[in-house]
């Protein structure tokens, strides 16, 4: 039982993350139709510019606050001047031009940077928390309170606010959304801001446990997508399950089958989740969006 | 005139690239030019294979670089473990290839859109995964050696002679994908590029023709792998991994989705240019982002596909 | 703290104007040092996943070539470094091996961060018959030996003995491994499956985990829960070791832990933090410069190596840097004495290398040893206090 639990919390642990960055996957995804592989990068920001901001003598929070901003200014300029121009462009060469663009946000951020491993203080110290014979560190609890904050405020920001009722109103039919008047190209500048933001919370809220580099958002991207795409694209709760599904599978693939393979275990549980459900596990049967 | 004639026709086709082909060792000033011009040649027969899934049938793989895996441990497994010859090597792999593309793709063709491609990058990852990972058949995450070919006694060494064998082969798979383009099949293919729907209403058989290109595809790869095995002596598993994948995608877009020369010359820019930007150190990387960024927001049907425009568009 | 980054942010600057500045010499060309530079070649993984590997390698490279010029060069020539970024990649090391040889003419190579991109580029140099020092650990590089390459680091197969050796001393016989599956864990660990036999260890349980793992509990957990383990050996490198032993003390494993030399540098401590403590793994002198006894023959050169090279860069010193410090004066050395840059005879004088005292270890090549380090190269190090120490020796 105790080994059990140890596995949950590790899976929660990691999964939340990939969590955090297919919401940001979804959020792009919903309302202009792109994968955004520059997604992970911002994670990176996120972490490393808060490490490089703090090492400069800035406080924590402060330095926190400058590298989601940092990063919601790369979003915006990565939808003007990338996306935008771009628009008719079919999707897989959308895609590229967020490769391109994830190639060159690490090319500047190993310059900016540096090429070493980072790390910052967790937040409330690092004694893990004794649960039924299992433990957990309290950065982790940290990881999940911001993951589940990000989550409410967003369905809020989406359900209440009209610049989120807008929102959803382009992600559901761009043409219907532009004939009531909204700035479709300014909803869409949204969309990337706030994934940006999003990333980069998570990015700061993750680098005490999972250390941060200028080119770990490959691996988030890679998760992220993948978390987005199980869950269902285009769905939040979606975003969510997947997210803590991998999590979760490669914890008990590392804990029960094997170490080695369990990247393995989760890509084939994946396979076989959308062999069933062909468009994940909340993607329903919706006539294809694109 | 002839330039007209290069995009347009299959023969100019050919014969634009079996120019080049013999151009390039009269001005190569070293033997590393002719080793770029032949790693071009690899890279360009894989990215056909691609574009015969991604161009000619419509179907995103984000995991074909776990074909090319295949096809280049096939050559180093076969004749070290095997005591098989090292070309029966490289056919069996070819062959191990389609099969497994067969196996594979039939049921995950079944997916659409970015379904389809987050199974493949699962496919990919586990050929990489496991070729890293199974190291007393692999050699592990360092490598293994790979021997050496030779051909009825005659052994292949040398950037002339692989530049001769790889230019060799990129030919003859550039003239089988320029027939299947033209063939029944190819007709059916780009029905399907254009509208899966449209194409069924047709009376074409789509899940089959998809797996066929899959399956061709995959081979492509496959044989492309052993080739690059075989001229370095030497694999890795990174040569599966997600970021060659990703290479090979960026290949046949930016080259121009779908055409034999878009996949020779994406493969020659994503080959060349990282050594055109060595100069730049640090900012190599950067450069080299905001570059595919530029190239895919001004030309974002491709290089050959505008070229072609332009060029026909004169001639007219 | 604010100040290192601002130099490190000016240092940055006054590298690239310097590197400008080069270029536009370079174009004058007519100077009174125009001599014909000696060009010697790397290619190093300054990208990529070995980066914190390829990184220093490459700054020592520049810094040690940058002050051979500033003394008057080599042999009365200047020295021209031709470095390229292979990221990790072997088929690209291999081209830029090609290029070295065929469009550069370098008459020697430093270089390969990884085992995998140096067994990539060892056939071109080999071919073309010029010397090549690798930066890599693995065995299979210089055994058997071949004419033209030799290695300056450790192989990880003395790693194992040197930690096995301490385990016998303190009395542990069962122990477990976690290992990265990147080149570098595993070879390590397959190295040191190899070698048990010969210190009467087994292995009770042998876990791994992938080179950008955020957790490694689940595997933790599992050697936690296997009876009778003494001791855990962690082969890794990079970021992967640092978040074992934070999980290793987040699941309260009292064993005593090891760590292998590819984490032999100060910002593992940083990175690991309060878990660090009571670590122990093998290390070569440079780590503890400043408490090596003053008759030590190392205590000299290490101490300026460190003291060079973070004066230079505002970063702590790693083994790796430590490796292409060798490499680099090994070959210069060998130049120097060969009075020629004729690569046959620079291949001669590095084979002909006796007693040369490194930041690695002391070095005595033969025909059949291209690597001849003494066995001074690895000290048991402890982490007490955020710093390392040499281990208290059991008896």
Partial sequence: MAEFLQLVFSGLTVGVVYALVAMGFTLVYNASDVINFAQGDFVMIGGMGTVFLASAGIALPLAALIAVLAAVVVGLLLHR?????????TPVTLIMITIGASIFIKGVALIAFDKQFHSLPAFSGSDPIAVAGATILPQSLWVASGALALFAGLSLFLKKTLLGKALLATAANRLAARLVGINVAAILALAFGVSAAIGAVAGILVTPITLTRYDVGTLFALKGFAAAMVGGMGHPFGAIAGGLAIGLLEAFGAGYVSSTYKDAVAFLAI??????MPRGLFGGRSVERV | MMLAAAFTSRRGTLLLLVAVMLLVPLVAPSSFYLRVAALVWIFALAALGLTIVMGYAGQVSLGHAGFLGIGAYAVAIGPRHLALDPLLSLALGALLCGLVAYLVGKPILKLKGYYLAIATLGFGLIVALVLASESAVTGGPDGMPVARLSLFGWRVTGALTWYWVTAGALLLGALLALNVEASPTGRALRALHDSEIAAAGAGVDVASKKLAAFV??????????????LMNGLITPETAGFMHSIELVAMVIIGGLGSVTGAVVGAAFLVVLPQALTSLQEYEQAVLGLLIMVFMIFLPSGIVPTLRRLVLERAS | MGTTIVRRWMLRAAAVSTAVSAVVLHAGGSGALAAEPIRIGAVLSVTGSAAFLGDPEAKTLKIYVDEINRKGGLLGRPVQLVLYDDGGDANKARTFATRL??????????GGTGTGTTLAMMPVFEEAEIPFVSLAGGIEIVEPARPFVFKTPHTDKTACQKVFE???LRGFTKIALISGTDGFGKSMRNQCLKVTGDYGISIL??????????DMTPQLNKIKNTAGVQAVLNPGFGQGPAIVTRNYAQLGISLPFYQSHGVASKSFIELAGSAAEGVRLPAPALLVADKLAPEDKQKAVVSEYKKTYETATGQPVSTFGGYAF???QLLVKAIERAKSVDPRAIRDELEATRDYVGVTGIYTMAPNDHLGLGAESFRMLEIKGGEWVPAAQPR
């Fill in chain 1, 81 to 89: 001047l990338a996306i935008e121009p771009a628009r008719r462009a």
């Fill in chain 2, 216 to 229: 061709i595809g995959a081979v492509y790869a496959g044989i492309a792998g052993a080739l690059l095995a």
């Fill in chain 3, 166 to 168: 301490d385990m016998k």
């Fill in chain 3, 101 to 110: 040889v065929g469009d550069n003419k370098v008459i020697a190579m430093v």
């Fill in chain 1, 271 to 276: 396979l076989l989740v959308l062999f069933v």
């Fill in chain 3, 326 to 328: 060798d490499g680099i």
């Fill in chain 3, 205 to 214: 349980a042998d876990e791994s985990y992938g080179p950008a793992d955020a």
